[in-house]
């Protein structure tokens, strides 16, 4: 019996031991974990995610910012917020860990990382970007060799016109900007694009890891880096580049109605171009 009661009690004094540890690292690990997990490209996993959400209830009074050597920390409760890897979560500009801070301060009862796009972003240029910038200037790179606003209908006429309106400036801008004459297609056959004109236009992408991030965003949210790279330059506004990202969905859904889910999907996508857009404007 003793000895039945002595490896109870060591079996106490361990768990007690693992429970303060876990309480100390619980704060910590509440704020990591919100955004551990990207959102998922399979819309129907996404509606699956969104049907049983996994939300935190708010666990902090006040976002704020405080200076960081030469960056700009968001702290909640004088705390510092860390990143999904454990970096500190530090902007360059303040009125960017303002806007930030001001993303945390609005969520209410319950914290939904799907409605923290600036944070996600953030996250994912501290945590990827600054640490690999070369992957990712080389993707977008790639975007350019078959760049949305190259490839062109040949029906219906009413879309052709549109694509014409609203590609072609971007077509004549990487031209006299940028050196860069690419190629037009009509329909999905592939074009090779010619060297030179690759070569003057990856040479806009940008080698700041914020803007490089930023860049990378609106290139896989549109499919065209052409687009993000006007952004950057501010050729185009948020708004027309989201815009003519949508050309062909927009006619289909004109012609053929609306799809819900799928709505829903380019809502949650358009608030990231946004979050980008907010980095490139507050640098």
């Not at 997990?37 to 006040?62: G, H, Q, S, T």
Request: include cysteine; aromatic fraction near 6%; charge should be positive.
């Amino acid at each position: 019996m003793r000895l039945l009661r002595r490896s109870n009690n060591a079996l106490q004094r361990k768990i007690f031991a693992v429970g303060v540890g876990i309480f100390c690292r619980r704060r910590e690990d509440r704020m990591r974990e919100l955004f551990e997990n990207a959102a998922p490209d399979n819309p129907m996993e996404a509606a699956r995610r969104a049907a049983r959400p996994m939300l935190r209830k708010r666990f902090y009074e006040r976002a704020s910012t405080a200076p960081e050597g030469k960056l700009h920390a968001v702290r909640l409760d004088d705390k510092p917020v860390r990143t999904p890897a454990g970096h500190l979560l530090a902007v360059p500009t303040l009125a960017l860990a303002q806007t930030l801070a001001a993303e945390w301060d609005a969520q209410r009862d319950m914290i939904d990382p799907a409605k923290m796009p600036l944070t996600r972003l953030a996250n994912s240029i501290i945590d990827g970007v600054s640490e690999r910038p070369t992957p990712v200037a080389d993707e977008i790179a790639r975007y350019l060799a078959s760049d949305l606003v190259c490839y062109r209908a040949a029906t219906p006429r009413g879309l052709v016109e549109r694509q014409v309106r609203q590609w072609d400036p971007i077509v004549s801008w990487a031209r006299e900007t940028l050196g860069a004459r690419f190629l037009l297609a009509e329909g999905v056959m592939h074009v090779a694009q010619p060297q030179s004109t690759l070569a003057a236009a990856a040479a806009a992408i940008p080698s700041d890891p914020w803007k490089l991030g930023a860049v990378h965003s609106v290139t896989t949210l549109t499919g065209s880096a052409l687009l993000a790279l006007a952004l950057t330059q501010g050729r185009i506004t948020p708004d027309e580049a989201w815009a003519a990202a949508h050309v062909d969905e927009d006619w289909n859904m004109e012609q053929w109605g609306r799809d819900e889910l799928a709505l829903e999907r380019r809502a949650y996508r358009h608030a990231e171009l946004q979050a980008a857009a907010t980095v490139l404007q507050n640098l």
